[in-house]
């Protein structure tokens, strides 16, 4: 029990100055108070990273589609079920599919990297895309890890030169995709500039 | 984010998938692992590497100077059609795993041609596209854009014209069909700005 | 020292600390908004005025003219409620003030000081001879023993009082314990007894009041300070540094990452990204995306959008902030044609025109676009082609018939700034020439003129004109010269929701590889004293007599170049490209090589050309590549000799 004293040592008299008050705390007050304080601390740190875990989860990929892989996880279902028979060269051709896709992923975000990092530098973009960003980059990663592994499961030995295939596929299909997407061009350019043409493609005044 | 497969059909004979209805990014998928299983069928090798084969090669070239013949003989429409088939013939006989330096390079030595025969037969859109197609997988010496800006002038976008010739002599400076083009596009724009 | 706390009952304290929280308070806002009022009248003088301005008027839309009464003034009615807080906060303070000057208790406490210097009656730079006698003369009137026996007990007692007052004043001037005790304390008794208040009355603190004090205090720091504060935070955080929405931004970056090389770029794909801004959804949540660009769709072919209008207008008065923000991120991603398409999705939007090949016609107020399509005999698409008719020719290709809508229509396209590249280089401030790992600039002359005047070439400006001010100034800041030409006037753009002035985009793009390689730079300020000069094309037959290069003005555009210069020595080329976000036709376009050259090689360059005074410009070349040959060759020599010598020594 402690007890608030004071001692008094002024000019001139004292006349029934107010009285202080001691008051009655307890031992255990102070040890109360804090261990309420670490506690609620600590309650509201696990809670905080528990929501920041989900939220980063619910990101959206900053790739529009994932195709690739959901056909082949599709297939890989389909021929597990047994209800139609998937050819296993269909599964393979399935896994080189989203390996090369893999591939190109990795390579985007690679040749991203310092202007995404320069919009974020910059302010032109928000905490949560470069958050996305960097989700991304581990995500891309981690596919394509499986990617080996569900070969290696495929055809033991095969990985080493999955992955040499893998990025010749990427770029074939990347070359293939500009090539068809000439006749689409020639129609838009067209239109734009207000050009008809005969069936032999030659300008038509 | 997964898309629906809900639709999806396999036929087992042919082996090939199907999805009707689907968006764009679900076609090319499809078509792209149809592609492959058909290179894998066709394939005996299970360890099968990027080595270019031999045989493609051989036809593919046959086809194409079966093209350049043609051309000699002044039959260019039916030029055009060969090497069109070559193109095609390329497309369909290489697997997607041959390696892509040697296949880069055997289109782009194929349309430079189709360029050409484009160019003299007044098929001045279909000719700007294959440039455009050679500029962005990376080939950028003068002659391409020598033809651009023709291409470009001949379908009346001036400015655009321009743009393309300027970068020409910017990578080339001492090109003289360049400066010979830029001279004319300078005229031509004049007339179309009413500066003359 | 005593330890009681008393309260301010007497109101001694309060209005003190309430008179300090309002200046505090007013005086920095008094300044803001009186700096923003003389900014404002400058802002208005400076800019220049425009023919166009009083059409653009003219033609504007009643939906328009609405639209802008309705939202235009929204800073003026801030301002309102801000000039009034202030007029009621220096009320308060006048308030204060006089009751702090009635309030006796104050009064008191503040004479209570000691004063010795008033006290002796003296001046307070006062001698010590001074002072001793006027303390003599003074203590000869107080004195107890020299006071008249008339006086009353309590008179007597007050100038008993005051001679002691004195002879302490007196003794806090000379004597030394005493003058110590005036310098610490104030007062030569020494400390005095100090009173510690708490500036609240005492209602507030005791009894039942006190709890809702208590509870005031809780409410203000838990719950109400949290919540003012995450909601300013959010709302910064909820917007970037560009100002745009975060979502929208993060949005284009979406489709800017996703873009496909082989797509081509229209604006009805930039169009199409505009009308998932987060910013529209906000303003109105119960319309879909699609609806957002049917309403774009049908502000650029001027369709009127039913009971849908006020949101049309509301959302593309929007688009001004949304697409510079999407310039800024394609231009960080490098991409050079969505860059160039958004710049002219901007146009389409301003002009209520879409990107046709005829953009530049139909932009034109009270243009037939039916006539004008069938009419054409030659395939007009320029403005300038448009000009090398006669007016009423130009009345029929366009379709206007009526004489005032011909004559108005003709001085809006007379009036429509064109750029013409007079010259360009890189340049750093200081020197003649870029040396590797400098920092240049970009500096552009250019001529704004209009398409109805005659072409000439830029050879035939003589130098003279081209030159600039080279003092420290410049060199600190070269672009400090830009702020002396004229802001931009008033576009015409009698279909967009707000008044605008519009600049142009200054955009540097690698020839290497074609891409773009920094952010924009606005240009804001150029004169357009050209526009109103008579040179038109049809009438100026003798371009050699009737030109005079020192009418015409030279506007200046400095582009700040991001990189420093490469440290190899060559020639780097890049494309400059200049588009107006207003109005079609209005861009410049061109190559512009960077020769980074050593400064050495100069100097000699410049010598020897001095000594041969040779005009070829072959010569001077070769005289370059001589120059640089020798010094090579004479370090080649001093190196062997160096060699020699050493071998000699060592031999001895």
Redesign the interface.
């Known amino acids: 029990m402690s007890s608030n004293y004071s001692d008094f040592n002024s000019t001139f008299t004292e006349d029934g100055g107010p009285t202080v008050e001691t008051k009655v705390v307890s031992f255990y007050t102070p040890l109360l108070y804090v261990s309420i304080l670490v506690v609620s601390l600590a309650v509201f740190a696990s809670h905080y990273r528990k929501k920041t875990v989900q939220e980063l989860s619910r990101l959206?990929?900053m790739f529009?589609?994932?195709?690739?892989r959901?056909?082949y996880y599709?297939?890989k279902q389909?021929s597990e079920s047994e209800e139609?028979?998937?050819?296993e060269?269909?599964l393979?051709?399935?896994l080189?599919?989203r390996g090369a896709?893999a591939i190109r992923r990795t390579l985007k975000l690679k040749e991203s990297e310092p202007q995404v990092t320069m919009l974020y530098k910059n302010g032109s973009v928000g905490e949560e895309y470069w958050k996305r960003y960097q989700n991304e980059v581990k995500l891309v990663d981690l596919e394509f890890k499986e990617c080996i592994q569900e070969a290696e499961m495929m055809?033991p030995g095969?990985p080493q030169?999955f992955v040499?295939?893998c990025?010749?596929?990427c770029?074939?299909?990347a070359?293939?995709?500009?090539?068809q997407a000439?006749l689409l061009?020639?129609d838009v350019?067209?239109v734009q500039?207000d050009?008809k043409?005969d069936d032999?493609?030659?300008?038509l005044e | 984010?997964?898309?629906d497969?809900s639709e999806?059909q396999?036929n087992?004979n042919s082996?090939l998938?199907g999805l009707p209805h689907s968006?764009e990014?679900?076609t090319?998928?499809?078509s792209?692992?149809?592609k492959?299983?058909q290179?894998?069928?066709a394939e005996t090798n299970?360890?099968?590497?990027?080595q270019p084969h031999a045989e493609s090669t051989a036809m593919i070239k046959k086809m194409f100077e079966n093209g350049l013949k043609q051309t000699q003989q002044q039959k260019l429409a039916d030029a055009l059609k060969s090497i069109n088939l070559a193109i095609e013939m390329a497309?369909r006989k290489?697997t997607?795993?041959?390696?892509?330096a040697v296949?880069?390079q055997e289109?782009q030595f194929m349309l430079k041609n189709r360029v050409d025969l484009?160019l003299v037969?007044?098929?001045?859109?279909?000719a700007?596209?294959?440039l455009?197609?050679l500029q962005?997988?990376g080939l950028n010496s003068s002659d391409v854009f020598i033809r651009k800006t023709d291409a470009l002038i001949?379908?009346?976008?001036y400015?655009q014209a321009?743009?393309e010739c300027?970068?020409g002599?910017?990578?080339d400076?001492t090109n003289v069909k360049l400066k010979a083009l830029l001279i004319e596009n300078t005229r031509r724009l004049?007339e179309?700005?009413?500066?003359? | 020292m005593t330890q009681s706390y008393d309260y301010d009952e007497g109101s001694e304290t309060w209005p003190f600390f309430v008179l300090a929280v309002l200046c505090v308070v007013l005086v920095p806002l008094t300044l803001m908004q009186a700096y923003e009022i003389i900014a404002a009248k400058d802002e208005d003088s400076s800019s220049q005025s425009s023919p166009l301005e009083k059409l653009s008027e003219k033609y504007t839309g009643d939906q328009v003219k609405r639209f802008r009464a309705k939202f235009a003034p929204k800073k003026s009615k801030l301002l309102a409620r801000r000039n009034l807080v202030i007029i009621a906060g220096w009320c308060m303070v006048a308030f204060l003030i006089n009751k702090i000057g009635s309030n006796g208790a104050i009064k008191d406490a503040a004479t209570l000081l000691f004063d010795p210097y008033a006290l002796l009656d003296i001046s307070a730079s006062s001698t010590d001879r001074e002072i001793r006698s006027a303390y003599r003369k003074l203590s000869v009137k107080f004195h107890p023993d020299k006071l008249s026996k008339d006086l009353s007990a309590d008179e007597r007692t007050v100038l008993e009082e005051q001679y002691v007052m004195i002879t302490k004043a007196y003794k806090a001037l000379t004597d030394e314990i005493t003058r110590e005790n005036y310098l610490r304390y104030g007062h030569p008794d020494g400390p005095q007894a100090t009173s510690h208040g708490i500036a609240l009355p005492k209602f507030l603190v005791d009894s039942s009041a006190s709890t809702l004090m208590v509870l005031g205090y809780i409410a203000l720091l838990g719950f109400i300070l949290p919540f003012f504060v995450s909601r300013w935070w959010s709302k910064t955080q909820s917007f970037t540094k560009k100002g745009i929405h975060a979502r929208s931004a993060s949005y284009f970056a979406d489709r800017l990452f996703n873009f496909k090389?082989?797509q081509v770029v229209t604006t009805g794909l930039i169009l199409n990204w505009l009308s998932h801004a987060a910013e529209f959804k906000l303003l109105y949540p119960d319309l879909t995306q699609e609806t957002f660009e049917s309403l774009l769709y049908d502000h650029i072919n001027r369709r009127h959008s039913g009971e849908l209008e006020t949101a049309k207008l509301r959302i593309v008065a929007k688009t001004h902030a949304l697409l510079f923000g999407l310039l800024d991120i394609a231009t960080t991603f490098r991409n050079l044609e969505i860059s160039t398409v958004a710049i002219d999705t901007f146009k389409s939007i301003v002009q209520a025109t879409p990107l046709t090949s005829h953009s530049q016609i139909l932009q034109l107020p009270n243009v037939d676009a039916k006539r004008f399509e069938e009419g054409s005999v030659d395939d007009i698409?320029?403005?300038?082609?448009?000009?090398?008719f006669e007016d009423e020719k130009i009345g029929k290709i366009l379709g206007i018939e009526d004489e005032t809508k011909l004559r108005e229509t003709l001085s809006v396209a007379a009036n429509i700034p064109h750029l013409k590249l007079l010259r360009a280089e890189f340049t750093v401030p200081g020197e003649s020439v870029v040396t590797p790992l400098s920092t240049p600039h970009i500096s552009v002359k250019v001529l704004v003129r209009s398409?109805k005047h005659k072409?000439f070439t830029p050879n035939k400006i003589p130098d003279e004109l081209y030159k600039e001010e080279q003092d420290f100034d410049s060199l600190r800041d070269p672009f400090a010269s830009l702020s002396n030409q004229p802001a931009l006037p008033r576009t015409f753009a009698p279909h967009f929701p707000a008044k605008r002035s519009g600049c142009w985009c200054a955009l540097v793009v690698l020839?290497?590889d074609?891409k773009v390689i920094q952010t924009p730079m606005l240009v804001d300020r150029l004169s357009f004293a050209n526009l109103n000069k008579d040179f038109d094309?049809r009438t100026v037959k003798d371009l050699e007599k009737e030109f005079n290069p020192e009418e015409w003005e030279i506007g200046t555009i400095k582009i700040p170049f991001s990189q420093p210069a490469p440290d190899q020595k060559g020639?780097y080329?890049f494309?400059v490209i200049v588009k107006s976000t207003e109005y079609f036709g209005a861009d410049l376009?061109?190559?512009l090589?960077m020769m980074v050259r050593e400064l050495s090689e100069v100097e000699g360059a410049e010598k020897i050309a001095d000594d041969s005074a040779s005009d070829e410009d072959d010569s001077d070349l070769e005289d370059d590549e001589e120059d640089s040959n020798d010094e090579l060759e004479d370090d080649e020599d001093s190196d062997y000799t160096d060699i020699d010598t050493d071998t000699e020594v060592e031999e001895n």
């Open positions: 959206p990929s529009d589609e994932s195709v690739a959901d056909l599709e297939l389909m139609t028979k998937v050819h060269k269909v393979k051709a399935a080189l599919n896709e055809q095969w030169l040499g295939v990025r010749e596929i770029f074939n299909q070359l293939k995709r500009r090539y000439i061009r020639k350019f067209a500039w050009l043409f032999n493609g030659r300008l | 984010m997964s898309t497969l999806l396999y087992p082996k998938l968006s990014d679900v090319m998928n499809i792209q692992i149809n492959l299983t290179d894998l069928v299970a360890n099968f590497t990027p497309q290489r997607t795993w041959e390696a892509f296949q880069l289109l484009c037969q007044g098929r001045f859109m279909d700007l596209q294959d455009d197609f962005n997988t001949k379908l009346k976008q400015e321009r743009a300027e970068r002599l910017s990578l400076p004049a179309y700005n009413g500066d003359i | 090389p082989s698409r320029t403005l300038g082609k448009l000009f090398t398409a072409f020839q290497k074609g094309k020639d080329y494309r376009d061109f190559t090589p």
